[in-house]
């Protein structure tokens, strides 16, 4: 783990994902029977938002039975993120250990500081999720997540669909967003779930 390459894509409202699930190229490039699991995630930062005034997310997510605690930073290219992620109950003084060892930046230690962080908003949905498998060898992860974001007071439904680059050239997975957007006249999602739910109150 290290670099992401992804890309979100929003449903419009009341768009039935079912179609998408069911298109005839995307049956085509998946290689996986198709998994669905339970999310639900907390998202950390300290009093004074420090993971926040640097553009990191830190959370804690149970991945149906697995529980891990995942930390994302900011790049120069708004799809791509570093992104490190341990199996750990909690966002503790361990978990941020074996990030380190996984090979998260050093400056982790300086944002996590005493440990001072405390929950500040999450997510809870479904994911199903499948590899695909292009014509050029390269691989991607797709998932359809619907489900709810919650801040300190209010929540906001959405159903989305991600591509994250797993393996090759992003060549024929970008060019398999363009035809999803343009086929279900789909939006792109320039905000992550973290910043969408960070801004309800």
Partial sequence: MGKELEYKLSLPENFD???ILKDPILEELHTDAWRERHMQTTYYDSPDCRFSKHLWTLRHRMEG????VCVKTPTEDFHTRGEWQVASDRPDDKAMEQLLLAGAPKQLLVLYGLG????????DFIRR????????GSKAEFA????????????LQFS???LEL???SPKEMLAFVAYLSRQYHLTEQRKSKFARARALT
């Fill in 17 to 19: 994902g079912e179609m």
């Fill in 144 to 155: 359809f997540d619907c489900g709810s974001l919650h801040g300190k007071t209010e929540v």
């Fill in 160 to 162: 989305e669909i991600e």
């Fill in 129 to 136: 999720s499948t590899m695909l498998t292009f014509s050029d």
């Fill in 65 to 68: 039975s697995e529980s891990v």
């Fill in 116 to 123: 001072d962080i405390f929950p500040i908003c999450g997510a």
């Fill in 166 to 168: 797993y393996e090759g």
